[in-house]
């Protein structure tokens, strides 16, 4: 069955920190992975995507990810934290019949 | 660009009762998908339309249901609902679909059932 699993569902980190956040899934086929935030009261917002090509992706608000093959990996990272990156993040797969799965969620939290 | 416009933004509805959902799509976009978020079951595939027709369901019952008309607007609707629909409902359009396009989220519809 294909699934994603977000590893932790609440991550908190020191403001500057560096933030990482896991993702691995389950696919049969090479599957496309992106990475999306929620902020309260809000809908999803594009973070980055991995399609083809270059293995590590770079996105919006100086996050960027890794996608590990070997791994079935997708995790998301960023060098310094800033306190308007608290947030939920979800990661998803994407196939080609156009099914679309989601990880649980992981809440980050980011202390002064 | 106007992005993903859903309505109504919130509403409450009384159990046994049902709702229409409408979403409007990013225009251009012929694909629209509807996913159901609750904090225990997280993010939920409901199904998907592209060009009028349903190109991919999720595991939900019959009671919810959807369509998309020619201008790619789509609604969904659930019938004869219930405390467990209480949910965020969000719709989500693309160019053609998830494989490889990106998706692009509305802000949802907050529906809780009492």
């Known amino acids: 069955a294909q699934s994603v699993t977000q590893l932790g569902s609440h991550v908190s980190v020191s403001e500057g920190a560096l933030v990482l956040l896991r993702c691995n899934y389950s696919s049969s086929v090479p599957p496309y992975l992106f990475w999306y935030v929620q902020y309260p009261n809000q809908g999803l917002q594009l973070l980055l995507k991995?399609?083809?090509?270059?293995?590590l992706v770079k996105g919006i608000n100086g996050f960027e990810a890794e996608f590990k093959k070997s791994e079935t990996s997708f995790h998301l990272t960023k060098p310094s934290a800033h306190m308007s990156d608290a947030a939920e993040y979800f990661c998803a797969v994407g196939y080609n019949n156009n099914d679309m799965r989601f990880g649980a969620g992981t809440r980050l939290t980011v202390k002064p | 660009k106007a992005g993903v416009t859903q309505t109504p933004r919130y509403l409450i509805k009384t159990r046994g009762q049902q709702v229409t959902l409408s979403c409007s799509p990013i225009s251009g976009h012929r694909s629209v998908s509807w996913y159901q978020q609750t904090p225990g079951q997280g993010l939920q595939f409901l199904f998907e339309?592209?060009?009028?027709?349903?190109?991919n369901k999720g595991n939900f019952p019959g009671r919810f249901s959807g369509r998309q008309f020619s201008n790619s607007r789509s609604e969904m609707n659930v019938s004869t609902l219930e405390l467990g629909d209480s949910a965020l409902y969000l719709c989500?359009?693309?160019?053609?679909?998830?494989?490889?396009?990106?998706?692009?989220f509305g802000e949802g519809s907050w529906l809780t059932v009492v």
């Open positions: 339309y592209f060009s009028e027709t349903q190109r």
């Open positions: 989500a359009s693309s160019l053609s679909g998830v494989s490889g396009n990106t998706i692009y």
């Open positions: 991995y399609t083809t090509g270059a293995t």
